[in-house]
């Protein structure tokens, strides 16, 4: 089983930048497809990033492209999500998650960590 924890979130003012941490279990595998969401109140749930573990491959939702950017470090089985010119719409709980790569559904889920962007 896959345990994932984030941290990093906090309040930021527009313009500015926050880094995002996904620490996963030791049973995490090269066999992993890792991603990033976020969910506002009242919204649903929004894909944001993946990147495949063994590869470092990453996709990216329009939305953030050239803004957020997806990696991570094998050693410390740990995801991150540096994201730069925050906006006030970027507001909202982010989570992360993992899944098999040959498989679409994302069984795996951190608690969230809230980002809140200031006017």
């Known amino acids: 089983q896959v345990q994932l924890r984030e941290s990093g979130g906090g309040l930021v003012q527009a313009g500015g930048s926050l880094r995002l941490s996904c620490t996963a279990s030791e049973r995490t595998f090269s066999t992993y497809t890792m991603g990033w969401f976020r969910q506002a109140p009242g919204k649903e749930r929004e894909f944001l990033a993946l990147?495949?573990?063994?590869?470092?491959?990453?996709v990216y939702a329009d939305s953030v492209k050239g803004r957020f950017t997806i990696s991570r470090d094998n050693a410390k089985n740990t995801m991150y999500l540096q994201m730069n010119s925050l906006k006030p719409e970027d507001t909202a709980v982010y989570y992360c998650?993992?899944?098999?790569?040959?498989?679409?559904?994302?069984?795996?889920w951190g608690q969230g960590t809230q980002v809140t962007v200031s006017s």
């Open positions: 998650a993992a899944r098999l790569k040959l498989t679409p559904v994302y069984p795996y």
């Open positions: 990147i495949t573990w063994s590869s470092g491959t990453t």
